[in-house]
Structures are given as structure tokens and as C-alpha cells.
């Protein structure tokens, strides 16, 4: 049986290249997209709070530009450890490693986001069920 | 003597079984919410709802089943890379390959949502 290869000198192929690059643009796009609804909510908020927004709350835009500011940094740091399997010779395996500990922590922050979202209406519908 | 692929160690293993979990849990979440949103869609035709309200639902159970699905694909395939021997590279690439057509969706559908919301913006704003 061949020897396991050390993890500092594996070398992803060329094929498995395009994959983790792949992916490694679609967590930056993904991040960027985050980052981007984190901004633009963050501009809302500022203008709510200074009066200059009608019949918006400014502080409901708060949480929407902390879980979209976490997400982006996620996914954009996950989609760079993936650029640098692909773009730096040796230690691919680590790189691609950091990435996934980086996107598990992005998923993480959904699940989170899902779950209070799925109790906030929840609460929201009982509320206004109860008479 | 042939180079064998690289097998993970079980430092390793537990970032991607980590993950595959979670990949699986947000595939769950999503896949029921998508479910439930066409279960309400199909009631409000039965129940003959408002047009409008049924499309919202249907238009909502669209990205939450593909993109639940892909990560429930994603998941499997993480958690496939741990519980079998050998070809771990491979079979992680495969996880990656549908993370990416999980990624893909969710920008797809983002986009389609702020095209929509500018259209329905741009809308009011003509018609006031």
C-alpha cells in the first residue's frame, strides 16, 4: 500500500484545482453579496436615525448589517484560503482545510439566523392570532 | 511505488464532519421551510387565497428547496468523506462541487430578489 502523502507536500491536481477555485469564487461572491446588503442596510440605518428615512424603524436594519457583516467575512475569508490552495505551492490541504473551518462557521451563523427568524414569526404570528 | 491520495487526519476529519452536520442542518431548515411554503401555496389554491399571496409563496419555495437541497447534498457528501476509507480528496471535491451549485442558487435567487424589489420600487415610485 502506498504511504500517505504528507499534508505540507500534497499537491491538489489540476482538476481538483478548478473545483476548490470553483468554489473558492463563489464564497467570495456570496461574501460579497453579504457585505454589500450589510452596507446598504448600515446607510439606512444611519439615515432612519437621522430622521431622514419616513416610516422606517432605523434600528430594525441593525441586526440585518450584523448577520450580513458576519456572513460576508466568513464566506470572503473562506473563498481566499480556497484561492490560496489553488495560487501557493504546498500545504493545499491546509488551505482548503482553513476554508472549510471558515464556511462551517458562515453556515453556523445561518443556522443561528434561521432558527431565530423561524421564533421570531412564530411569536409574531401567535401575537396577532390572539385576540 | 504509485502516490497514494492524500487521507485526512482526524484533526481533519472533525473540521469536515463538523461542517458536514451543519451543512445537513441548514439543508433541513431550508428544505422544511421551502416545504411548508408550498404546502401553504397549494392550500391558498384549494382555499382560492389571493393570486398575489399564492406567487409570494411559491416564489419563497423556490430558492428555500434548491438551496436546502444542495446543502443537504453537500452534507451527505462531507460526512461520506469521513465515514469511508480512501479517495477522501475526491469525495471532498465532490462536497465542494455542491457547495458551489449551493452558493451558486443562493446569488442566483439574491439577485432576482433585488431585481424584483427595484422593479417594485421603481413601480410605486412612477406611479405616486
Redesign the interface.
Known amino acids: 500500500?502506498?504511504?500517505?502523502?504528507r499534508?505540507e507536500t500534497?499537491e491538489?491536481s489540476p482538476?481538483?484545482n478548478v473545483?476548490?477555485r470553483?468554489?473558492g469564487m463563489?464564497?467570495i461572491?456570496?461574501g460579497s453579496?453579504c457585505v454589500v446588503v450589510a452596507v446598504t442596510c448600515l446607510v439606512f440605518a444611519w439615515l432612519g436615525h437621522r430622521g431622514k428615512l419616513h416610516g422606517a424603524e432605523w434600528r430594525v436594519y441593525l441586526p440585518v448589517v450584523l448577520v450580513n457583516a458576519a456572513l460576508g467575512v466568513n464566506f470572503v475569508v473562506a473563498g481566499r484560503d480556497f484561492q490560496a490552495a489553488v495560487h501557493r505551492s504546498g500545504c493545499d490541504?491546509t488551505h482548503?482545510?482553513t476554508g472549510?473551518?471558515h464556511?462551517?462557521r458562515a453556515?453556523?451563523v445561518?443556522?443561528v439566523v434561521?432558527?431565530a427568524s423561524?421564533a421570531v414569526i412564530t411569536i409574531a404570528a401567535l401575537l396577532v392570532s390572539v385576540p | 511505488?504509485?502516490?497514494?491520495e492524500?487521507?485526512?487526519?482526524s484533526g481533519?476529519n472533525e473540521?469536515?464532519e463538523?461542517?458536514g452536520r451543519?451543512?445537513r442542518?441548514?439543508g433541513g431548515?431550508?428544505t422544511a421551510?421551502g416545504v411548508l411554503c408550498l404546502l401553504t401555496a397549494v392550500l391558498g389554491i384549494r382555499l382560492e387565497a389571493d393570486a398575489s399571496r399564492i406567487l409570494v409563496f411559491l416564489l419563497a419555495a423556490l430558492p428555500q428547496l434548491s438551496v436546502g437541497l444542495s446543502?443537504l447534498g453537500a452534507g451527505r457528501s462531507l460526512v461520506a468523506v469521513v465515514e469511508t476509507q480512501g479517495h477522501d480528496?475526491t469525495l471532498?471535491?465532490d462536497a465542494?462541487?455542491n457547495?458551489?451549485v449551493a452558493?451558486?442558487v443562493?446569488?442566483a435567487m439574491?439577485?432576482v430578489f433585488l431585481l424584483l424589489v427595484s422593479l417594485a420600487a421603481a413601480g410605486l415610485f412612477a406611479l405616486g
Open positions: 500500500m502506498a504511504p500517505n502523502p499534508p500534497y491538489l482538476e481538483q473545483g476548490v470553483s468554489i463563489h464564497a461572491a456570496w453579496v490541504i482548503v482545510m472549510l473551518s464556511l462551517s453556515v453556523l445561518q443556522i434561521s432558527i423561524i | 511505488m504509485t502516490t497514494a492524500y487521507e485526512l487526519t481533519q473540521v469536515v463538523r461542517f451543519r451543512a442542518m441548514l431548515i431550508s421551510g446543502f480528496v471532498l471535491m465542494l462541487g457547495l458551489a452558493l451558486r443562493q446569488i439574491t439577485l
